[in-house]
C-alpha cells in the first residue's frame, strides 16, 4: 500500500487565510459574508413554458433560484433580487433567440414589481416565477458595414461571423449579435488596427413575423504599430528588463497575438503578482500605440513542505525554499531537501537523502530563453540498487512556441552503485537534449488533443572508458465523448533504447526500469527490470510501456476511472509475452479547481515473488 500527501508552499509574508482541500486555516472573522440582520427566508418555485437548453438558461439566470436556500436581507433585499430576476430572465431569452417573452414574479401572491420594499411579508414567504419564452426569432437581414477584407496571412485569419450562426435563417440569439461583433473587431485588429470599434448596433424584432433585422457598423481605425513600453509599479525588478521580456518591438506592427504571447511571457517569470499591458487613448500622429505595463511584484521568497507515506517504503518528507528575483531580472534559486524510508523499527542506514538546488536565469539571448544551472547529492535505496551520487547539468531551455518546448545542454555525475554487479564507482560527462510538443486542451486534466516528448543523452563513463546514449520517446493522446467530454479515454506509449557496452559497465541510473506509479501500476517503483537468471533483477537496454484508461463523470465532482498498463524492460533483445507485466486497477477522482484528486488502486495480474498484492496510489492531477 502507498499513499502520499500532497506538500504546500507558503509565502514569506504575513500570515493570511488560505485553504486546502475545503478546509480553512489562519481565517480572519473580517473575512467572512456579514450576517443578515433581518433574514426573509422564501421558496420558490419557477415554472417555464418550454424544455431543453430554453428551460435550463431560464433556470440558471435566476438568483431567487440560486441563492434559494439562503436567507435574502430583508424584504427589501428579497425584492431586489425579484426585480434583478426580471432583466436576467429576458436577457436569457434573448440569448435564446425568444424576443416576445413574458415573466412574472410574485412573491406572496403579488407581482414583485408593484410591491414596496418596506412590505411585511411572511417568514417563509412563496414566491413563484412563471416564464412564457414565446415565439423563436430568426435572423431575416444581417448587415456588417465594413467588415475587414479577407487575408491570406494563416495567422491573420478569423472566422467570419456566418460560421458563429450570423445569417439569414438563423437562430436569432442576443450571443451571437455580440459574437459577430466580436469577430469583426477581432478580423481588423489580426491587420493592424488596434482602435477597430462598433460605431451603432440597430436590432430590429418584427413580431408580427417573427424576424429580425440587425446592421452593425464598425469603424477600423487608423493601422497602428506598437509604441514605446513603459514600466510602472516595480520594486526590485529592473524595469528595462520587464520591458525586454514582453518581446514587443516599437515600430512593429500591432498584433494582437504578439500582445498575448507579451503577457505569457510576464506570467512566465513568476514574480508578479499580477502585470497588465495597457494601451494609450489613442494612436499618436506617427502611427505609433504606446502601452504602459503596470506590475505588482510578488514577495521574494516562498516556502513550502510536503510529506508521504508507503507502507513499503515508509514516511518521507521533504521541503523547499525558493528566493525569487535575486538580482533585479527574474533570476531564481530553489533548494529542495528529502528524507525518505522513514520506516519503524527506525533504521537510518535504510533512509534515503536528496539535497539539491536550481538556478533559473529568464531571457538568456531571448525572452523564451532561460539558463537553468542544478547541482544535487542524494543517496537512495531501489528495490534493484542502491545509489549515492553528485550531479550536476547547466543548459537551456526555449519555449519556441506555445506548445513546443526546447531543451539541451551538458551534465556530469559522480556516482557509487551497489546491484547484482556488485560495488561499482562511476564517472559520466555527456550532453542532453529534449524536445516536448504538449497539443493537449489541459495539462492536469485532458480531454482531448496528444502529448509527445523526445529526450536523447549522449555520455562518456570516465572509470571505464565507454561511450554510449539513452534516448527515450513517449507519446499521450485523448479522446473526449459526450457534451462537455464526461467520458474520457486515454493512452500512453513509452519506448527507451540505450547503445553502449555490457550491462555490468553501464551505471544503473542510465540503465530501463519499469514499475510504479508513472509507469506499471500495481508494481513496485523500478521493481520491473532484467532477471539474470538467478533471480536477480538488474536493469536493462530496452524498455516498452502501454497504458490505456477509461474515465467517466459520475457527479460534476466525482469521477471513475478503469486502467491497464503493461511493461517489458529486455537486456539485448525485446523479451517474450511471458515477460510482459501487467498491471490493472480502478480509481476514483475528485475535481477541483486545482486539478482532479486522484485515488487508483492497482494490482499486478502476473505476480511474481516479492510483488505486493496490490498498490495504492494518491496524487493531485490524471496519472498521464
Given at each position: 500500500?502507498?499513499?502520499?500527501?500532497?506538500?504546500?508552499?507558503?509565502?514569506?509574508?504575513?500570515?493570511?487565510?488560505?485553504?486546502?482541500?475545503?478546509?480553512?486555516?489562519?481565517?480572519?472573522?473580517?473575512?467572512?459574508?456579514?450576517?443578515?440582520?433581518?433574514?426573509?427566508?422564501?421558496?420558490?418555485?419557477?415554472?417555464?413554458?418550454?424544455?431543453?437548453?430554453?428551460?435550463?438558461?431560464?433556470?440558471?439566470?435566476?438568483?431567487?433560484?440560486?441563492?434559494?436556500?439562503?436567507?435574502?436581507?430583508?424584504?427589501?433585499?428579497?425584492?431586489?433580487?425579484?426585480?434583478?430576476?426580471?432583466?436576467?430572465?429576458?436577457?436569457?431569452?434573448?440569448?435564446?433567440?425568444?424576443?416576445?417573452?413574458?415573466?412574472?414574479?410574485?412573491?406572496?401572491?403579488?407581482?414583485?414589481?408593484?410591491?414596496?420594499?418596506?412590505?411585511?411579508?411572511?417568514?417563509?414567504?412563496?414566491?413563484?416565477?412563471?416564464?412564457?419564452?414565446?415565439?423563436?426569432?430568426?435572423?431575416?437581414?444581417?448587415?456588417?458595414?465594413?467588415?475587414?477584407?479577407?487575408?491570406?496571412?494563416?495567422?491573420?485569419?478569423?472566422?467570419?461571423?456566418?460560421?458563429?450562426?450570423?445569417?439569414?435563417?438563423?437562430?436569432?440569439?442576443?450571443?451571437?449579435?455580440?459574437?459577430?461583433?466580436?469577430?469583426?473587431?477581432?478580423?481588423?485588429?489580426?491587420?493592424?488596427?488596434?482602435?477597430?470599434?462598433?460605431?451603432?448596433?440597430?436590432?430590429?424584432?418584427?413580431?408580427?413575423?417573427?424576424?429580425?433585422?440587425?446592421?452593425?457598423?464598425?469603424?477600423?481605425?487608423?493601422?497602428?504599430?506598437?509604441?514605446?513600453?513603459?514600466?510602472?509599479?516595480?520594486?526590485?525588478?529592473?524595469?528595462?528588463?520587464?520591458?525586454?521580456?514582453?518581446?514587443?518591438?516599437?515600430?512593429?506592427?500591432?498584433?494582437?497575438?504578439?500582445?498575448?504571447?507579451?503577457?505569457?511571457?510576464?506570467?512566465?517569470?513568476?514574480?508578479?503578482?499580477?502585470?497588465?499591458?495597457?494601451?494609450?487613448?489613442?494612436?499618436?500622429?506617427?502611427?505609433?500605440?504606446?502601452?504602459?505595463?503596470?506590475?505588482?511584484?510578488?514577495?521574494?521568497?516562498?516556502?513550502?513542505?510536503?510529506?508521504?507515506?508507503?507502507?513499503?517504503?515508509?514516511?518521507?518528507?521533504?521541503?523547499?525554499?525558493?528566493?525569487?528575483?535575486?538580482?533585479?531580472?527574474?533570476?531564481?534559486?530553489?533548494?529542495?531537501?528529502?528524507?525518505?524510508?522513514?520506516?519503524?523499527?527506525?533504521?537510518?542506514?535504510?533512509?534515503?537523502?536528496?539535497?539539491?538546488?536550481?538556478?533559473?536565469?529568464?531571457?538568456?539571448?531571448?525572452?523564451?530563453?532561460?539558463?537553468?544551472?542544478?547541482?544535487?547529492?542524494?543517496?537512495?535505496?531501489?528495490?534493484?540498487?542502491?545509489?549515492?551520487?553528485?550531479?550536476?547539468?547547466?543548459?537551456?531551455?526555449?519555449?519556441?512556441?506555445?506548445?513546443?518546448?526546447?531543451?539541451?545542454?551538458?551534465?556530469?555525475?559522480?556516482?557509487?552503485?551497489?546491484?547484482?554487479?556488485?560495488?561499482?564507482?562511476?564517472?559520466?560527462?555527456?550532453?542532453?537534449?529534449?524536445?516536448?510538443?504538449?497539443?493537449?486542451?489541459?495539462?492536469?486534466?485532458?480531454?482531448?488533443?496528444?502529448?509527445?516528448?523526445?529526450?536523447?543523452?549522449?555520455?562518456?563513463?570516465?572509470?571505464?572508458?565507454?561511450?554510449?546514449?539513452?534516448?527515450?520517446?513517449?507519446?499521450?493522446?485523448?479522446?473526449?465523448?459526450?457534451?462537455?467530454?464526461?467520458?474520457?479515454?486515454?493512452?500512453?506509449?513509452?519506448?527507451?533504447?540505450?547503445?553502449?557496452?555490457?550491462?555490468?559497465?553501464?551505471?544503473?541510473?542510465?540503465l530501463f526500469f519499469a514499475g510504479g506509479g508513472g509507469s506499471v501500476r500495481g508494481y513496485g517503483f523500478k521493481s520491473i527490470g532484467v532477471d539474470n537468471g538467478a533471480g536477480v533483477i538488474t536493469g536493462g537496454r530496452y524498455l516498452l510501456e502501454a497504458s490505456i484508461e477509461a474515465r467517466a463523470k459520475v457527479t460534476e465532482d466525482i469521477g471513475v476511472v478503469g486502467f491497464v498498463d503493461g511493461g517489458y524492460v529486455a537486456a539485448d533483445v525485446f523479451p517474450a509475452l511471458t515477460d510482459l507485466r501487467i498491471g490493472a486497477g480502478v480509481g476514483v477522482r475528485y475535481y477541483t479547481?486545482?486539478?482532479?484528486?486522484?485515488?487508483?488502486?492497482?494490482?499486478?495480474?502476473?505476480?511474481?515473488?516479492?510483488?505486493?498484492?496490490?498498490?495504492?496510489?494518491?496524487?493531485?492531477?490524471?496519472?498521464f
Amino acid at each position: 500500500m502507498c499513499v502520499a500527501l500532497a506538500g504546500f508552499g507558503v509565502t514569506a509574508a504575513p500570515v493570511a487565510a488560505f485553504e486546502i482541500f475545503g478546509m480553512k486555516f489562519f481565517e480572519d472573522e473580517s473575512d467572512a459574508d456579514a450576517v443578515i440582520a433581518d433574514p426573509q427566508p422564501y421558496s420558490v418555485i419557477i415554472t417555464v413554458n418550454a424544455t431543453g437548453d430554453v428551460e435550463s438558461a431560464v433556470r440558471n439566470a435566476s438568483a431567487l433560484v440560486a441563492d434559494q436556500n439562503e436567507p435574502a436581507s430583508g424584504a427589501a433585499g428579497l425584492l431586489a433580487k425579484a426585480r434583478g430576476d426580471y432583466r436576467r430572465i429576458v436577457a436569457a431569452l434573448y440569448n435564446e433567440g425568444h424576443y416576445g417573452g413574458t415573466v412574472s414574479i410574485r412573491v406572496g401572491g403579488v407581482e414583485a414589481a408593484n410591491l414596496a420594499p418596506d412590505v411585511d411579508l411572511p417568514d417563509p414567504v412563496d414566491v413563484a416565477v412563471v416564464v412564457d419564452p414565446g415565439p423563436l426569432f430568426r435572423f431575416s437581414s444581417v448587415n456588417l458595414i465594413n467588415q475587414a477584407v479577407p487575408t491570406s496571412d494563416s495567422f491573420d485569419h478569423v472566422e467570419p461571423p456566418l460560421s458563429a450562426g450570423f445569417g439569414t435563417g438563423e437562430i436569432a440569439k442576443s450571443s451571437v449579435i455580440l459574437r459577430a461583433e466580436q469577430l469583426a473587431l477581432e478580423a481588423w485588429r489580426q491587420q493592424g488596427h488596434a482602435k477597430a470599434a462598433i460605431v451603432s448596433r440597430d436590432v430590429v424584432a418584427d413580431h408580427a413575423s417573427q424576424l429580425v433585422d440587425v446592421t452593425i457598423t464598425v469603424n477600423p481605425g487608423p493601422k497602428a504599430a506598437f509604441g514605446a513600453v513603459t514600466v510602472t509599479g516595480t520594486e526590485r525588478m529592473d524595469p528595462e528588463f520587464v520591458r525586454r521580456q514582453t518581446g514587443l518591438t516599437e515600430g512593429e506592427e500591432y498584433d494582437p497575438d504578439e500582445l498575448a504571447l507579451a503577457q505569457r511571457r510576464l506570467d512566465r517569470l513568476e514574480v508578479f503578482r499580477a502585470a497588465r499591458l495597457e494601451a494609450a487613448e489613442a494612436i499618436g500622429s506617427d502611427g505609433l500605440l504606446p502601452y504602459n505595463l503596470i506590475v505588482q511584484e510578488l514577495p521574494g521568497r516562498r516556502f513550502g513542505v510536503g510529506a508521504n507515506y508507503s507502507t513499503v517504503d515508509g514516511l518521507g518528507l521533504e521541503a523547499f525554499h525558493l528566493w525569487r528575483n535575486l538580482f533585479g531580472q527574474a533570476e531564481r534559486l530553489r533548494l529542495d531537501a528529502r528524507v525518505a524510508s522513514i520506516a519503524w523499527p527506525i533504521d537510518t542506514a535504510q533512509f534515503d537523502y536528496f539535497f539539491g538546488g536550481t538556478f533559473t536565469k529568464p531571457g538568456m539571448f531571448t525572452p523564451d530563453t532561460d539558463l537553468i544551472a542544478a547541482v544535487s547529492a542524494e543517496r537512495t535505496i531501489y528495490p534493484t540498487y542502491s545509489e549515492t551520487s553528485a550531479a550536476g547539468r547547466v543548459g537551456l531551455t526555449h519555449m519556441l512556441s506555445d506548445q513546443i518546448t526546447l531543451e539541451g545542454g551538458t551534465q556530469f555525475e559522480i556516482n557509487r552503485f551497489d546491484d547484482a554487479f556488485g560495488t561499482r564507482d562511476f564517472k559520466t560527462v555527456g550532453l542532453y537534449g529534449g524536445a516536448v510538443l504538449d497539443f493537449r486542451n489541459d495539462s492536469v486534466d485532458a480531454t482531448s488533443g496528444w502529448y509527445g516528448a523526445v529526450n536523447l543523452e549522449p555520455f562518456y563513463e570516465l572509470n571505464y572508458g565507454n561511450a554510449a546514449a539513452r534516448m527515450t520517446v513517449e507519446g499521450r493522446t485523448y479522446f473526449g465523448f459526450g457534451e462537455d467530454d464526461p467520458f474520457v479515454l486515454a493512452g500512453r506509449l513509452k519506448v527507451g533504447a540505450l547503445v553502449g557496452p555490457s550491462l555490468a559497465e553501464i551505471p544503473p541510473d542510465k540503465l530501463f526500469f519499469a514499475g510504479g506509479g508513472g509507469s506499471v501500476r500495481g508494481y513496485g517503483f523500478k521493481s520491473i527490470g532484467v532477471d539474470n537468471g538467478a533471480g536477480v533483477i538488474t536493469g536493462g537496454r530496452y524498455l516498452l510501456e502501454a497504458s490505456i484508461e477509461a474515465r467517466a463523470k459520475v457527479t460534476e465532482d466525482i469521477g471513475v476511472v478503469g486502467f491497464v498498463d503493461g511493461g517489458y524492460v529486455a537486456a539485448d533483445v525485446f523479451p517474450a509475452l511471458t515477460d510482459l507485466r501487467i498491471g490493472a486497477g480502478v480509481g476514483v477522482r475528485y475535481y477541483t479547481g486545482l486539478g482532479p484528486l486522484r485515488l487508483d488502486v492497482a494490482v499486478p495480474l502476473n505476480k511474481r515473488a516479492g510483488d505486493p498484492d496490490y498498490a495504492l496510489y494518491v496524487g493531485i492531477g490524471q496519472a498521464f
